[in-house]
């Protein structure tokens, strides 16, 4: 069958177009082996780099002895603090002020540690060999002199009167003293409230655990006095632009370069002290140097996640309607403040715990505090599924003492469709949403009806089960320019070009298929480039929900501009006016006529060296930086079935249902997989997952012998359904998707867990619900009812 090229283009559109579930078009060389990571590549005549790390969690350097590593085979040098004066600290940014008005305490923090250690894991020296196992050698010839210090791990314990100081200006340890809401009418609200529910929430500290441990190659071309990174990253044009500071060098003079990335999940966004040694290195020796993380080191190097103590309060009327909302608590940012660690235990707490509520009132006071552990920052939702759990967990609480259906208590409380736009207690106004039918849809789909008859069989079985819901509402990153740039390759390819960065996500499929809507240009022939800083004119990176909104958007008024400029080609070539000249389906056509010419054609044309009058455009290819454009609020609802085997603690999600609203779906299938990824995670968490600390500061649990991860086996069979209501904040209508499976599952999850526990007369259980735990808090229970 013969199709005319309007046919096979709407044929294209209809298999590759927006809404279509398009496998990920990465996948053909990462299964095969064929993906480049950051240790895949190797420079002619590099050398490598190990790092001298603390063994103690605090205490005083007294002394480096270097010499003795300095002599050993291979050795090319051994740097400390004292060879690093020339360049910057690396710091966090973020302009949060105290209750008081005053500014947040951010001690910088140096490459490497000069006057005290502060975290076992801290980085004192760095070896350069020409191999990796001369690098270890000598690397443990490094003499330490470090007086010990007491140390203190948990934030609650570390602002008490008496505890170490983890730095002398930073009093009670207390990085930042955050408040946010009217405190005296919250607590009028509270006085007045018909029921209250006050629980004490513990979200626990994660390793991030990326599938790719870190690495890095630095190198320093002295003719140029250009530095070139090459790193995984979220974004290569935010970390060339952290690099610049820390360098203080011009944006010409840095360059950051990124290939395929194993994960991330906010762990890999910041410049670390080990890039900054080895590009040091590299202009010292006048050659590349390498370094790779291995597992060890990342459990103590990589930022680590969550670790919040709250307090959460509702208050109520009584028929159940919300009254106010007030935490209360700590935030562990460790031993060093990350570029946004901040963020998720203050302001992003009160963004998201107002979630899908119409909830007058809503005050955070938490406090920020440094501890001698690693790192603390922003781990998938980074704030996002912390503020829904919370909430989750009190209506949950509060719905069985007040005696109302755990449904209909929400139901009560949703903001309806039609108050849209909505102005929430959290300072944000929501610009779209339906969350009763969210919500009804989520019910149906889980079959909420039939929970009865499968706890009795459950039972019949010598197990417990419980349900729980965990809807959720996300406010996705703040705005930020982002990168469209559209290129006509000369083998027939068309690149867009962007500076979202993909580290697992699978970009390259969706980008395409905006790209292909608007232009017509066939899915197949298009690349996607976002690892290249030198490229790239501004740029966002990834994280934060935000990736199809601000990308998307960039290629949409990108694609705009390839149009504007094609019809001014295409009317000189077809011998039209501009203004008769339209797009359509990836031909630009003479209005009324059925003379055309296609964009493809039009490219090659320009590439043969098309003789076009000085007002007209000489290419096609875009480079473009869209404006910021505003949060958009991703939500949805999610039901979770657990069993609990009450003999051993053993607890398995055996029945998991989601409904979300993403906005517009650009490809459902990779909305499906990030889904499946972000409640895993968050199935981690509420189950097995927990860094923890001894008292002298060391990790105890460091390594995978001792840190539990989820496996295959731990998945339950997900069921999900998109509700989608278009967003009105940007042209495409999305509102992401990457962060949301990790909000729904915490509080569903832990509500089933508590649901189930329940029968024990057991009200809430902190995470992670692990087979010791769980059975642990049963035996209590049992005791406690037999003294009764």
Sequence with gaps: MQHKPDDSAHLALMKFGIGQPVPRTEDPVLVRGHGHYTDDVNLPGQAYAVMVRSRDAHGVIRGIDTSAAKEMPGVLAVYTAADLTDYGPLKCALPLKNRDGSPL???????????????????????????????????????????????????????????????????????????????????AAFAAAAHTVKLDLRNTRLIVAAMEPRAAIGGYDKTTGKWTLTSCSQGAFGLKNSLMDVLKAPGDKVRVITGNVG??????????????????????????????????????????????EMTGELALDKDGH?????????????????????????????????????????????????????FVSAYRGAGRPEGNYYVERLIDTAAREMGIDRIELRRRNLIRAKEMPYDAASGMTYDSGDFPAVLKHAVELSDIKGFARRKRESKKNGRLRGVGIGCFLEVTAPPNKEMGGIRFEPNGDVTIITGTLDYGQGHAAPYAQVLSDR????????????????????????????????????????????????????AHVLEASADDIELRQGRFVIAGTDRAIGIMELAQKLRSGLKLPPDVPS?????????????????????????????????????????????????PLMVEGQLHGGVMQGIGQCLMEIALYDTDGQLVTGSFMDYAMPRAHDAPVYVSENHPVPAKSNPLGTKGCGEAGCAGALGSVMNAVADALSDYGIRHLDMPASAPRVWQAIQDAQRNKSAA
Excluded at 632 to 655: L, M, R, S
């Design 263 to 308: 994960g991330s999940f906010g762990m890999k966004a910041a410049v670390y002290p080990e890039y900054i040694c080895i590009l040091h290195a590299a202009r010292e020796l006048g050659r590349p140097v390498k370094w790779t993380d291995e597992r060890s080191g990342s459990f103590v190097s990589d930022h680590q996640g969550r670790d919040h």
């Design 105 to 187: 305490k951010a001690p910088p923090r140096p490459a490497l540690a000069s006057d005290r250690v502060r975290f076992v894991g801290d980085p004192v020296a760095v070896v350069i060999a020409e191999t990796v196992a001369q690098g270890k050698d000598a690397a443990e010839a490094v003499s330490l002199d470090i007086e010990p210090l007491p140390a203190v791990t948990l934030a609650s314990e570390a602002v008490k009167a008496g505890t170490t100081q983890l730095y002398d200006d930073v009093p009670g340890n207390v990085a930042l003293d955050y408040h946010y809401g009217d405190s005296e009418k919250t607590k």
């Design 619 to 667: 290419t096609l290819d875009v480079k473009h930086a869209s404006e910021p454009i505003p949060s958009a609020f991703p939500n949805g609802c999610h039901i979770a079935e657990v069993e609990i085997d009450p003999a051993t603690g053993v607890t398995q999600v055996v029945k998991y249902s989601a409904v979300n609203d993403f906005g517009t779906v650009i490809n």
């Design 322 to 374: 919300f009254l106010a909302l007030r935490f209360t608590g700590y935030g562990n940012v460790g031993a060093y403040l990350g570029p946004v660690a901040p963020l998720m235990a203050t302001l992003n707490c009160v963004k998201n715990s107002a979630s899908i509520y119409k909830t007058p009132l809503i005050e955070v006071a938490s406090k920020i505090v440094f501890t001698n552990t690693t």
């Design 519 to 570: 232009l017509g240009v066939p899915f197949e022939r298009i690349k996607l480039l976002q690892g290249d800083s030198d490229e790239l004119i501004t740029g966002g990176g990834t994280g934060g929900s935000r990736s199809i909104t601000a990308s998307g958007t960039a290629i949409v008024e990108a694609s705009a501009k390839v149009i504007e400029a094609g019809k001014k080609i295409a």
